[in-house]
C-alpha cells in the first residue's frame, strides 16, 4: 500500500475507526453494550494502547501510524482522558461504567477532536496521492 506521510497505512486503519468509535457516545452505548456485538471497549482500547499505537506514548507512532506532531499531541491526550477514566473506576470495569463516569466526557472531546485531525490529513493524502498520478 503506498501512502504519504506513514510508514504502516495498515496500523492506520485501524486506529481512525478506534478513534472515532471513541468519539461517538451513542455508537458506544449501541455497540458495545450490546452482547450481541463482538466489538466493545477493550477491543477500542487494545488497538490504541497495545496494537496499532500506543495512546499513552504516542510518540513512536509518528510517521507509522500518526500522520502529524498534533496526532501524537492529541492521541497523548486521549491516552491521558482514558488513563483519568480508567484509574477511577478500575481497569476491570465493564463498559458501562467507563461510559458513565464522570469523566467519560473529556474521553470523548479528546476522540472527537483527534478524530476530526485525523480524517482531515487522510483526505489530504489521498489528495496527494491521485496528485502524484496514484489511482488506488
Do not use: K
Amino acid at each position: 500500500m503506498i501512502d504519504h506521510g506513514i510508514a504502516l497505512p495498515y496500523h492506520r486503519l485501524h486506529v481512525v475507526p478506534a478513534v472515532v468509535a471513541l468519539a461517538s457516545p451513542t455508537w458506544q452505548r449501541e455497540t458495545w453494550l450490546d452482547p450481541e456485538h463482538l466489538q466493545d471497549l477493550g477491543h477500542t482500547v487494545h488497538v490504541l494502547f497495545d496494537d496499532f499505537c500506543h495512546a499513552d506514548d504516542p510518540a513512536p507512532c509518528l510517521g507509522y501510524s500518526l500522520r502529524t506532531e498534533e496526532e501524537v499531541e492529541l492521541m497523548a491526550r486521549l491516552g491521558t482522558a482514558y488513563g483519568a477514566v480508567q484509574d477511577s473506576v478500575g481497569a476491570t470495569a465493564p463498559d458501562e461504567a467507563y461510559l458513565d463516569a464522570p469523566g467519560w466526557p473529556a474521553v470523548v472531546s479528546a476522540a472527537a477532536r483527534l478524530a476530526q485531525v485525523m480524517v482531515t490529513n487522510d483526505l489530504r493524502a489521498l489528495d496527494e496521492l491521485h496528485r502524484a498520478g496514484h489511482d488506488s
